[in-house]
């Protein structure tokens, strides 16, 4: 009966969930769970419970089962049971197509969500949760994890000065700036407040992330907007703090966040226009 859903669904068979596991490590876009096995509510309960997998919807999947079976495979996390002992082929694509274009939507609608309506790159709502996944998964894996806190120097005058209108094209080049300056598919860049932006970068180690820093320095500065009201230049700048980390279960994501602002803060106090670090 799967013959015909691999003709429009790639199909990944793993016996154990250890095997499932590092299926999804390998592929980024696992998209929904068909479980079939004797052990049905129990696995269900499993998969939902598993950190890695609990975002991604589940199909139990049996045969000729009782409606026992059912209600327990829905109760334990299931969010539909099709019985291929009582459905045609055609019958299952249809219902897998369904959830599949239904999932589809919503993580649409969910990407609009957290995305910043001006910039278009992630909001903070994003960023907060990418920063405790990262920092969970750089806990398990013993990696490094770096947060970059980039802030426009003299941005409130600016705005004044200039106008909304300015001051939000402004806005825009920065946030351009900053993700042509952080290329891995891991790195995550967003906008934390009015003039605020943030990068996570994932297995990075601090001196890497300094120069990535530095960069953005410049990059900004060569971006040549008049800005005849800071403090510190004639032209837009910003200041940057850097905080580096070797997560450990002890410890939360805050510590970094914290550090990295209190380096954004020593940046601002040093005259701005700079990148300031520190590794934890």
């Not at 109760?75 to 049971?81: H, L, M, R, S």
């Not at 959830?99 to 993580?107: I, V």
């Not at 001006?118 to 907060?128: I, M, S």
Request: aromatic share 6%; net charge negative.
């Amino acid at each position: 009966m799967t013959d015909k859903l691999e003709d429009e669904f790639h199909l990944l068979n793993a016996e154990t969930m250890d095997e499932l596991l590092a299926l999804v490590g390998e592929r980024k876009r696992v998209e929904m769970l068909l479980v079939y096995t004797e052990s049905l509510a129990a696995d269900c309960a499993q998969l939902r419970a598993n950190e890695q997998l609990r975002g991604l919807p589940i199909l139990a999947v049996g045969r000729y089962g009782s409606e026992q079976m059912q209600d327990e495979a829905i109760t334990a996390g299931a969010i539909d049971y099709i019985d291929v002992g009582n459905v045609s082929a055609t019958v299952l694509e249809a219902r897998v197509r369904s959830l599949y274009e239904l999932k589809a939507r919503g993580d649409q609608l969910a990407e609009i969500a957290r995305l910043d309506a001006l910039t278009a790159v992630p909001n903070r709502y994003y960023f907060e949760e990418a920063i405790d996944v990262e920092w969970r998964r750089c806990c398990r894996e013993f990696n490094a994890l770096t947060l970059i806190m980039i802030d426009v120097d003299g941005f409130t005058a600016f705005n004044e000065h200039y106008g909304a209108g300015v001051g939000d094209n402004c806005l825009k080049r920065i946030a351009k700036v900053v993700e042509n300056n952080c290329l891995r598919a891991a790195d995550v860049v967003a906008r934390f407040d009015s003039d605020e932006f943030v990068v996570l970068l994932p297995g990075t180690e601090f001196e890497n992330a300094m120069r990535v820093g530095e960069n953005i320095c410049r990059a900004v500065a060569a971006l040549d907007l008049i800005h005849e009201y800071s403090d510190c230049s004639d032209i837009v700048t910003v200041s940057i703090g850097v905080a580096s980390i070797d997560p450990s279960q002890d410890q939360d994501y805050k510590l970094l966040v914290n550090e990295a602002e209190e380096m954004l803060h020593s940046a601002q106090q040093h005259g701005g226009n700079q990148a300031l670090g520190v590794a934890l």
